[in-house]
């Protein structure tokens, strides 16, 4: 019988340091809710002095990662040093060794989450992730276990905290995406390269992650379609709260019984009366329909020290559980079905296309005929003149149309003489225009 349940820590940083304050502030409890004690035994970093400052002589420290690695005490590593490289060896030497595994490393998952999966099942181990995605809000977990019986039809999800900040600021105070950007990356909440944020490829990580779990089938990076929020102006979000919506960066993914998944991360407009239009901030949320539950949402801060490490804590506490009674290993990859995507021509939504166009007899027309000859359909159309300017701003939103239908007419606009500029195009998420 093991007397203690001993973790080994990769990386001591911002949710590493979290992870081992609520260890050490929650240890009584923890230990009765698992039926042993649970202690981290050793960190690895490469900041010795540092962490041996903040943390004290609780610890035994080291730089070198095999030392955790290869150490026989220990029956959990935590990786929390982020990036694909040298994280996801880590994970891999982990489970080669014997050990199971707690990780919020979202590349490393995204990527390298099938075979590092299947390595771990043919071990008997457990690989727990739930940080990876969404920080402290827990998803993982109840599509593996409580959902588990649903057929999930869709999940779509504000799952970057930067990028909800931004787009809440510009709308709720009437400010451009430069001066946004300035203020979150000046409060820590996009880093100073925010590519990865704004450009939707975090977002899409997470996606894939989701999207995988719920539907069961192996979905990659390559297999997202990824739109970030550059382009998107104040005055797109003023537009589209004229016309009744909100701009959201959405992660989507949508699993049709005709044509297969399709997976997203783009701008969307949703209605003002929409569960996630009202989620502003460094909040996240992840909305989910399945055959069973219905609709569900799942609400809470997406970052932060304590919020992810709470998740990281979480799956070790589950781990720990599993191993005192002989159980590690008893949810694998799910991953048994192998889904076809869904081809462009098959993607149905409506669509937001903002133009600068001549103000002059003749223009709408010529607009409308060429949304026309690509069978797009008008549901609104709003035409901005601005005093002076021999341009006007015409806004429209299209019915449910094809993509390839809509890239089409795009393309065609785009060359009329009397449109100057095709500024942005933003897809819309409105069941009463399907």
């Known amino acids: 019988m093991k ?7 990769l990386g001591a940083g911002t949710v590493g340091g979290g992870v081992l304050q609520v260890m050490e502030r929650n240890a009584s409890d923890i230990a009765k809710k698992v039926g042993l004690p649970v202690r981290v035994l050793k960190i690895c970093d490469r900041q010795l002095e540092a962490m041996k400052k903040e943390f004290g002589d609780g610890y035994e420290y080291t730089a070198e990662a095999d030392d955790v690695l290869t150490d026989p005490r220990i029956d959990i590593v935590a990786e929390l040093i982020g990036r694909e490289h040298p994280a996801k060896e880590f994970i891999q030497k982990a489970l080669e060794q014997g050990k199971n ?3 919020a490393n979202k590349d490393v998952i995204a990527k390298f989450g099938g075979e590092l999966l299947e390595l771990a099942q043919a071990k008997g181990l457990d690989l727990l992730f739930e940080a990876s995605v969404c920080g402290g809000i827990p ?8 959902m588990a019986a649903n057929k999930i039809k869709s999940i779509m999800g504000i799952v970057n905290g930067t990028t909800n900040y931004m787009l ?8 451009d995406y430069d001066a946004v950007l300035k203020e979150a990356q000046a409060k820590g909440y996009a880093e ?3 590519t990865a944020d704004v450009g939707g490829l975090d977002a899409a990580r997470k996606i ?8 069961n089938t192996r979905v990659s990076l390559e297999d997202v379609h990824i739109e970030g929020i550059e382009k998107i102006e104040a005055c797109d979000i003023k537009y589209a709260q004229d016309m009744g919506y909100v701009v959201k960066l959405l992660a989507l993914a949508k699993n049709g019984p005709k044509y297969g998944v399709s997976v997203a991360v783009q701008p969307t407009m949703l209605p003002m009366d929409h569960p996630l239009a009202s989620v502003n901030g460094v909040f996240n949320a992840v909305f989910i329909q399945g055959d069973a539950i219905g609709e569900a949402m799942f609400l809470g801060l997406g970052a932060g020290r304590y919020p992810t490490a709470s998740s990281v804590c979480g799956d070790i506490i589950e781990t720990a559980r599993n191993i005192l009674r002989h159980s590690t290993g008893r949810i694998g990859c799910g991953c048994f079905e192998e889904k076809r995507l869904c081809p462009p021509d098959k993607m149905h939504y409506p669509t937001y296309i903002r133009m600068k166009v001549a103000d002059q007899p ?5 607009i409308a005929a060429a949304f026309g000859a690509q069978n797009v359909s008008l549901r609104n ?5 601005r005093k002076g300017d021999e341009f006007a701003e015409v806004v429209v939103i299209t019915h449910s149309v094809p993509e390839t239908n809509l890239a089409t007419a795009v393309q065609v606009l785009s060359v009329l003489p009397m449109v100057k500029k095709v500024c942005t195009v933003i897809r819309v998420e409105d069941r009463t225009l399907d």
């Open 381 to 385: 159309v709003l035409q901005k003149n």
């Open 168 to 175: 809440s600021k510009m709308q709720d105070e009437h400010l």
């Open 208 to 215: 894939v992650i989701l999207s995988s779990i719920a539907f």
């Open 101 to 103: 595994v707690v990780t």
């Open 139 to 146: 998803i993982i977990s109840p599509l593996k276990t409580s």
């Open 3 to 9: 007397d203690c349940i001993n973790v080994g820590l």
């Open 362 to 366: 003749g223009a709408l027309a010529a």
């Open 192 to 194: 100073s390269d925010p």
